[in-house]
């Protein structure tokens, strides 16, 4: 498995601002992934980031809105910038081991106003 | 049409009853099948997975794969009030490195003593 923390646990932010996720994880991992869960809706993969080079977005994600960085085998972060309220969900991190399974962080709550 | 659908629940069932927890999709792409069990404000947790057909067993959990149906299931023996969480279906398919997971919107099961 993988001991995955996330920073902040929760967060109360006001529209137009950005928050900077977080996300450690106990060993290296090549491949890092965010996702997005929103209220009543699947969890959804935003982007998956690779140390070393440019994070690859998802259909209807883009860099602007949601900046990563990767600067080693351990941690990532992702920014939610310029928010509006429709990006109030829970953001998770996780990373692949074993092949296939994927181990998720416990979330970030991000509420915007 | 989303590409994954699963039941939202809730489910509740009393303690020691079995539980049937079931997932369509509609990629035929599709070649690993993972579920999860995520309790409130916490991150998903991964339980087990399948490759392809056929079935899996882990202690109380009975994970069935059936390509021919696109459907997918999890039953749970011996249920226990600790099993009270939301259980969430995922699944990857090569094309995306099996990186991708996709997810259903998650049942919310509820298991009462």
């Known amino acids: 498995s993988a001991v995955i923390s996330q920073k902040p646990s929760r967060d109360i932010c006001q529209r137009g601002t950005s928050l900077t996720i977080q996300c450690q994880v106990d060993?290296?991992?090549?491949?890092m992934f965010w996702y997005r869960q929103q209220p009543g809706q699947s969890l959804t993969l935003i982007a998956t980031a690779n140390q070393g080079s440019e994070a690859t977005y998802e259909s209807g994600f883009v860099i602007d809105k949601f900046p990563i960085s990767r600067p080693n085998l351990t941690f990532s972060t992702l920014t939610v910038s310029n928010m509006s309220p429709e990006d109030s969900s829970i953001y998770l991190c996780?990373?692949?081991?074993?092949?296939?399974?994927?181990?998720f962080g416990p979330g970030t709550r991000l509420t915007v106003t | 049409q989303k590409e994954v659908e699963q039941d939202p629940g809730p489910l509740s069932v009393p303690e020691g009853a079995i539980v049937s927890l079931n997932c369509t999709y509609s990629?035929?792409?599709?070649?690993?099948f993972m579920w999860y069990r995520q309790y409130s404000r916490k991150g998903p947790e991964l339980l087990m997975y399948?490759?392809?057909?056929g079935n899996k067993e882990d202690g109380r959990f009975t994970a069935q794969v059936d390509k021919s149906s696109k459907y997918i299931s999890l039953f749970i023996r011996d249920s226990q009030p600790s099993d009270s969480a939301t259980y969430l279906c995922a699944m990857t398919a090569p094309s995306t490195g099996f990186q991708k997971l996709v997810f259903g919107t998650g049942t919310r099961l509820l298991v009462s003593p």
């Open positions: 990629n035929s792409a599709f070649q690993y």
């Open positions: 996780s990373v692949q081991r074993g092949g296939i399974e994927q181990y």
């Open positions: 399948t490759y392809s057909s």
């Open positions: 060993s290296q991992v090549t491949m």
